[in-house]
C-alpha cells in the first residue's frame, strides 16, 4: 500500500510510508499553473476544512505534488495520510473500507488519482462518507485527478457534487523552452552535465509532458553509468533508438 501518516505530532506510525523522496515543492515548476503553489501552501501550513482538487493530465505531476504537500504537512508536525487509488482499488472495497476506518482524523488526507476509483459504486459510497467526516472534523482533503470533478464519470452523484465544491488547481504543461530548462536542473540535480542542445534534443523526441521526459532522463542515466558514457545525441539515438 502506497501510504504515508503520521500519529500525534513527530511521532510515526508503523505502517509503509513511500513518499518519494524526491517529491517537493522546489524541484517543481509552477510557471504554467499560477496559483497553485500559494493554495498547496497554504493547505500543508495549516489544514482546515478546505477541499483542493487537482486535475491534470497524465505527466503533468500530480503525484509529484500530493506527496510533495504531504511531506511539507509532516514537516510541520501535523497528522497526515496519503492514499495511492490505484493500490486502493487493487485492494478491493471491502478490505479498503477497513482499512479506512479512522482516516478522517488526520488532519490532512491527500488522495491520489481518486477518478481511478470514481466509477465503482462501492469505493464512492467509502469516499462519500470519509468526505463527510473529513469535513465535519475541520480537517483538510487533498485530491487529484485526471478529470475535472465537473466531467468526472461518478457512479454516485452525491460524490461528486461534493468533488464540485472543492477549490480547482490546474496543472498545465509547461512550454518547450521551460522544459529545456527543468530537464538541464534536473539532470544536474542527479549527477549529469547535460547541454541545452542535448535537453533540447531529448525534449523533442519524448512525449511532450515532464513525467515522459524524466523517465527518458532516468533511463539515460543508467545506460551512461553502465556504459561510462557522457550524454550526447549519437549515444542517446542509440539507447533510445530515435
Not at 489544514?47 to 509532516?74: C, D, N, R
Not at 468526472?152 to 522544459?179: G, I, T
Not at 556504459?227 to 542509440?238: A, G, N, S, V, W
Request: charged share 15%; aromatic share 8%; proline share 3%.
Amino acid at each position: 500500500m502506497n501510504l504515508a501518516v503520521t500519529g500525534q505530532p513527530g511521532q510515526q506510525l508503523t505502517l509503509n510510508m513511500r513518499l518519494s523522496s524526491y517529491a517537493n515543492w522546489h524541484n517543481y515548476n509552477f510557471g504554467a499553473s499560477p496559483g497553485v503553489f500559494a493554495a498547496l501552501q497554504k493547505v500543508a501550513q495549516s489544514p482546515a476544512s478546505e477541499v483542493l482538487f487537482v486535475q491534470g493530465a497524465s505527466g503533468l505531476g500530480k503525484t509529484h505534488l500530493l506527496q510533495a504537500t504531504a511531506q511539507a504537512a509532516i514537516d510541520l508536525e501535523w497528522q497526515v495520510g496519503y492514499l495511492a487509488a490505484d493500490e486502493l482499488l487493487a485492494m478491493g472495497a471491502e478490505a479498503g473500507a477497513e482499512m479506512l476506518a479512522g482516516f478522517e482524523q488526520f488532519q490532512l488526507l491527500c488522495i491520489d488519482d481518486i477518478d481511478l476509483l470514481s466509477q465503482d459504486p462501492k469505493w464512492c459510497e467509502i469516499l462519500f462518507h470519509l468526505y463527510n467526516a473529513n469535513q465535519q472534523l475541520g480537517h483538510g482533503l487533498l485530491i487529484s485527478s485526471s478529470q475535472t470533478a465537473h466531467n468526472l464519470v461518478c457512479a454516485l452523484p452525491d460524490l461528486q457534487s461534493r468533488l464540485q465544491l472543492a477549490l480547482m488547481l490546474p496543472l498545465h504543461e509547461l512550454d518547450e523552452s521551460a522544459q529545456v530548462a527543468q530537464l538541464v536542473e534536473r539532470a544536474h540535480q542527479i549527477g549529469l552535465n547535460i547541454t541545452t542542445d542535448v535537453a533540447h534534443f531529448i525534449c523533442l523526441h519524448s512525449q511532450r509532458n515532464m513525467g515522459a521526459i524524466m523517465s527518458v532522463l532516468y533511463k539515460l542515466d543508467a545506460a551512461s553509468w553502465q556504459e561510462k558514457r557522457k550524454l550526447t545525441i549519437p549515444f542517446i539515438k542509440q539507447t533510445m533508438q530515435w
